[in-house]
């Protein structure tokens, strides 16, 4: 059972545009909520993180939406740069507790120069 | 310099050897992670160690065994009886369960 929900599988967009990723979840005991950033070759990075007693959270160009109500958080890529053609990964977890972090199963970004 | 280490970056089997995954943390991290990387497949967790002499399977611990000797250290053993071993390994730790640090990876391929 998939309990963290991500779409689309993929994307593309053209340069300065924006790329949205979204992403739904099951568990309301959820409480963190992070994404992830990977390049061809590389470990996953802490992109950006939210915590439910927030809607948004901003960080430079990268943006998290939070819905607590619908169970959804969304990753927003402003004036997107084909620097950031990546697989992102959005997660959810229990803070402090034993749970283990369930990702989504990814989305493929490329921008286009 | 904190982080963590993942040896070898590439690794090639033949068919019916056991082969083992080094990954190595100096963050002080109490919990270690494995993941096993496929195409389209996202992450998928093999094993976790929350605190040292201890570990637990995860979703696809089938064909893998794991120690955890040391808190810097969560060894992978990827046996013969695992199928299709092919695929990018993932190493990562965490201070709870929050935030996960991911090393570098190891690309093993079954010749």
């Known amino acids: 059972q998939q309990q963290v929900k991500q779409s689309p599988q993929s994307l593309i967009v053209q340069k300065g545009g924006i790329s949205i990723i979204n992403c739904a979840y099951e568990?309301?005991?959820?409480?963190?909520f992070p994404w992830y950033q990977q390049f061809p070759g590389k470990g996953p990075a802490l992109l950006i993180a939210?915590?439910?007693?927030?809607s948004e959270k901003k960080e430079g160009r990268f943006t998290i939406s939070f819905n607590k109500s619908a169970k959804q958080f969304s990753l927003h890529i402003m004036d997107s740069q084909p620097g950031d053609s990546a697989t992102y990964f959005c997660a959810a977890s229990i803070e402090g507790g034993s749970y283990i972090p369930t990702f989504g199963r990814g989305t493929s970004l490329i921008v286009h120069p | 310099d904190g982080g963590i280490t993942q040896s070898p970056k590439y690794l090639f089997r033949k068919e019916g050897q056991n082969v083992t995954l080094s990954c190595e943390q100096n963050?002080?991290?109490?919990?270690m992670y494995w993941y096993r990387q496929d195409p389209g497949q996202g992450l998928r967790l093999i094993y976790y160690s929350q605190i040292v002499n201890d570990f637990q399977k995860g979703d696809i611990a089938e064909g893998y065994s794991v120690s955890r000797e040391k808190k810097e250290s969560f060894p992978l053993t990827v046996t013969s009886a695992q199928k299709n071993p092919t695929a990018f390994y993932l190493c990562?730790?965490?201070?709870?369960?929050?935030?996960?640090?991911f090393g570098p990876g190891t690309r093993l391929t079954v010749l």
């Open positions: 568990n309301t005991a959820f409480d963190y």
């Open positions: 939210i915590r439910p007693d927030v």
């Open positions: 990562a730790s965490s201070s709870n369960t929050d935030t996960q640090y």
């Open positions: 963050l002080n991290h109490d919990a």
